[in-house]
């Protein structure tokens, strides 16, 4: 027998979606506001200070930064460090949980305090500068992916995960002849990917939003990631993206204003895009992995 919910109860529940839906709108507005102006026409900027929805749809900004090879490229650059960065984040991440959620592991808890300490302290800018510079990694792509290659904290998340898979699974596995990485690699990651999926998706943003430290390494301009190039365009309003004389004879160059949101979109989707196909593994892969210490 279902109990029928009480007065207050019904009037709560509105209350409560009525103000979730107030501030989820009030954090989709930018994004609309930045699509919007980006298809806008320059008269349209002009005269409106606040769009939403265009009245006169335009992909001149469009045409303007993909006119030159330069957005395209730096795209193809964010791509390659985020699908590659992230493979190396969690195949090394979840080969170093592994061994430190046996308990048969020696000097386990010491490595685990060292790991807890990095988490505290750090070496600061200048000498992990230093050090990226000794190895050679200065304007290579390796100075973006090796450095912070495992992140202590997913670590920690990702070793209390596999600690609560059965013990019982590896001693099977273990009677039918497999050794420690047929274990790992045919049991223990296929029973993880929901953790895996999660933390996959935390490393690929920060790959996709890396910006400081291709800043600090990368100094040929043609190896700069996208977020470089977008700082690039839209505070210094420089970077190379567009050329006016590819265009037809009549052509108008758009505002700034446009151009600048035009970029920030190609920059943004992508990664928007992605989250959708890992989304439900969120809560499932950082509950899992927080419940046991």
Known sequence: MSIRPSKGSRIFDYLNITLLSAFALLTVLPFIYVIAGSFATQKELLTRGFILFPTEFTLDAYKYIFSTP???KSLFVTIYITLFGTL?????????AYPLARKDMDFRRPILMLIVFTMLFSGGMIPTFLVVKQLGMIN????????????AFNLIIIRNFFQQLPESLE????????????????IVIPLSMPAIATFSLFYAVGHWNTYFNAVLYINDNTKWPIQVLLRQFV?????GIG?????????VAP???SLKMAVIVVSTLPILLVYPFLQKHFAKGVLLGSVKG
Do not use: H
């Open 70 to 72: 330069t957005l395209v």
């Open 171 to 186: 001693e099977s596995a273990k009677i039918d002849g497999c050794n420690d990485l047929s274990v790992f690699f045919r």
């Open 88 to 96: 190396i984040n969690i195949f090394l991440t979840c080969l170093m």
């Open 235 to 239: 505070i210094l309003a420089s970077g």
């Open 140 to 151: 290579t792509y390796w100075s973006l992916l090796i450095p912070g290659a495992i992140s």
């Open 255 to 257: 505002p700034e204003q």
């Open 243 to 251: 050329d006016s004389t590819a265009m037809e004879a009549d052509y």
